[in-house]
């Protein structure tokens, strides 16, 4: 197992992040995002001295809209059920631009060679344990995570097999592997793997993991319930529902040909979960 819980604000989203504003010239620099993404944003946009807001889905954790608000950054709640993250993206920069404002940047979570490339920086810590592991299991919304580390597996010449692991409810990924394109959901799934709640992989991401992934598993909302209380009980971890799919995934799959005789690694992509939530998680 290896843990991003203790990445500076308590995910991976850290090194897209920081690695996406180094590499940025913006003034003012916009995402929409369910939370970890925005908050990494906001804090690295803080240690350069940039301008950040975050549009951020009304169903979003609290912890995670406060977090925003705790960097300095501007967290603004969007209905996704109305209009498309997208649509409200575009909605807030037109406002802004006849506001005067021109330099202003909009930064995908996942859809960014910038943040793949932070994120692949997952897998340079892992090389010195390279011989423990020969699959890795990772959570998969929008794609970032887990086409920077197959990036990431390429460039340290690492061969391993590679499974995402989304909800069932949300398995686009799946779906798109299955089929050889790229397919959305209908609508933004209402998981309880809040981080995961995108509508597809984003373009850059799937002409990676079209070919780098494996196969992409998927498991229920109550096999990744189980999976945070087992986080908790076995290794004293608190684990947002995102960060628990890996786990879900190996305690679902284990015992099949795909993981028997496996020495397979589990990313914990995150630990940002509301306390009311997680409260109700271990009960």
């Given at each position: 197992m290896v843990s991003e819980t203790f990445q500076h604000t308590g995910s991976f989203k850290f090194r897209a992040a920081m690695n996406t504003v180094l590499n940025s010239k913006a003034e003012h620099l916009v995402t929409i995002s369910s939370g970890n993404f925005g908050q990494a944003l906001a804090a690295a946009c803080e240690?350069?001295?940039r301008k950040c807001t975050?549009?951020?889905?009304?169903?979003?954790?609290?912890?995670?809209?406060?977090?925003?608000?705790?960097?300095?950054?501007?967290?603004?709640?969007?209905?996704?059920?109305?209009?498309?993250?997208?649509q409200w993206l575009e909605e807030f920069i037109a406002s802004r631009q006849a506001a005067g404002e021109n330099e202003i940047e909009v930064v995908s979570p996942f859809d960014d060679d910038r943040v793949i490339e932070g994120n692949s920086s997952l897998v340079d810590d892992l090389v010195p344990y390279s011989d423990r592991f020969d699959t890795v299991l990772i959570p998969v919304g929008g794609g970032g995570l887990a086409s920077g580390v197959v990036q990431g597996l390429q460039r340290n010449s690492l061969s391993c097999t590679v499974y995402g692991v989304e909800p069932s409810i949300a398995d686009d990924a799946a779906r798109s592997l299955k089929e050889g394109r790229l397919v959305a959901n209908e609508t933004e799934p209402l998981t309880i793997a809040d981080g995961v709640r995108t509508l597809s992989l984003g373009e850059r991401n799937?002409?990676?993991l079209k070919d780098g992934l494996n196969g992409v598993l998927?498991?229920?909302?109550?096999?990744?319930?189980?999976?945070?209380?087992?986080?908790?009980?076995?290794?004293n971890l608190k684990v947002e529902p995102s960060g628990a799919l890996s786990l879900a995934a190996l305690k679902k799959y284990r015992a099949t040909e795909l993981l028997?005789?496996?020495?397979?690694?589990?990313?914990?992509?995150?630990?940002?979960v509301d306390a009311a939530v997680y409260t109700e998680l271990l009960r």
């Open positions: 240690s350069e001295g975050v549009l951020m889905p009304a169903t979003s954790a609290r912890v995670k809209v406060e977090a925003v608000k705790s960097f300095g950054a501007r967290a603004e709640l969007v209905d996704v059920t109305l209009k498309t993250r997208n799937w002409k990676i998927t498991v229920e909302e109550k096999e990744i319930e189980e999976a945070v209380r087992l986080y908790y009980e076995l290794a028997a005789d496996r020495k397979p690694l589990v990313i914990v992509s995150g630990g940002n």
